[in-house]
T-cell receptor
Framework: AQKVTQAQTEISVVEKEDVTLDCVYE???????LFWYKQPPSGELVFLIR??????QNEISGRYSWNFQKSTSSFNFTITASQVVDSAVYFC??????????????FGQGTILTVHP | DGGITQSPKYLFRKEGQNVTLSCEQN?????MYWYRQDPGQGLRLIYY???????QKGDIAEGYSVSREKKESFPLTVTSAQKNPTAFYLC????????????FGPGTRLTVL
């Protein structure tokens, strides 16, 4: 069975602070894909990043960066110099490449990030 | 513009009624999905469809039904058998089922009165 754990239920920071959102996953598959989505107050899930299990390179996109470590089964997300517009719920998700769970995304519980001005 | 549309945005239902939530995509994606989100929780998969005229149950299919008669449409019916239907429903699509990124619609918030 697959599982995604986002232990931080809520995080509150002041604008310009850096913040890291943790994601720990469990899977028996050797090939899998990890995702981060952002859910602003409007409700729509916005895709941020997709990473496959064979690519452990960290990635940076503007103020966003992701740290994928297979040794600790973690895929953490850091926002540098946070802004009020970053306030949202962030979800980490996992899918395998086939089998009976073909196509299913397993989501974590989400982390509510609030950035205060 | 390419994307996924869901309607209505808000839906109110009386107990015992069936309601159908619409999901349309013009991304030419083969796979489509329905998720349910409850307050403070992650998303759970209701049904998914890999291709037209095919669909499979997800983790919480009881009380729901779907059809996939056209590639661009994947409507979800919430039946009276669904004991706790009040939730936020999100539709998604991907190029193919499995490894491809799923893109989500704006969601429908269903409330049972």
């Amino acid at each position: 069975a697959q599982k995604v754990t986002q232990a931080q239920t809520e995080i509150s920071v002041v604008e310009k602070e850096d913040v890291t959102l943790d994601c720990v996953y469990e899977t028996r598959d050797t090939t899998y894909y990890l995702f981060w989505y952002k859910q602003p107050p409007s409700g729509e899930l916005v895709f941020l990043i997709r990473r496959n299990s064979f690519d452990e390179q960290n990635e940076i996109s503007g103020r966003y960066s992701w740290n994928f470590q297979k040794s600790t089964s973690s895929f953490n997300f850091t926002i540098t110099a946070s802004q009020v517009v970053d306030s949202a719920v962030y979800f980490c998700a996992l899918t395998n490449a086939g089998g009976t769970s073909y196509g299913k995304l397993t989501f974590g519980q989400g982390t509510i990030l609030t950035v205060h001005p | 513009d390419g994307g996924i549309t869901q309607s209505p945005k808000y839906l109110f239902r009386k107990e015992g009624q069936n309601v159908t939530l619409s999901c349309e995509q013009n991304l030419n994606h083969d796979a489509m999905y329905w998720y349910r989100q409850d307050p403070g929780q992650g998303l759970r998969l209701i049904y998914y469809s890999q291709i037209v005229n095919d669909f499979q149950k997800g983790d919480i299919a009881e009380g729901y039904s779907v059809s996939r008669e056209k590639k661009e449409s994947f409507p979800l019916t919430v039946t009276s058998a669904q004991k706790n239907p009040t939730a936020f429903y999100l539709c998604a699509s991907s190029i193919t089922a499995g490894r491809d990124t799923q893109y989500f619609g704006p969601g429908t918030r269903l409330t049972v009165l």
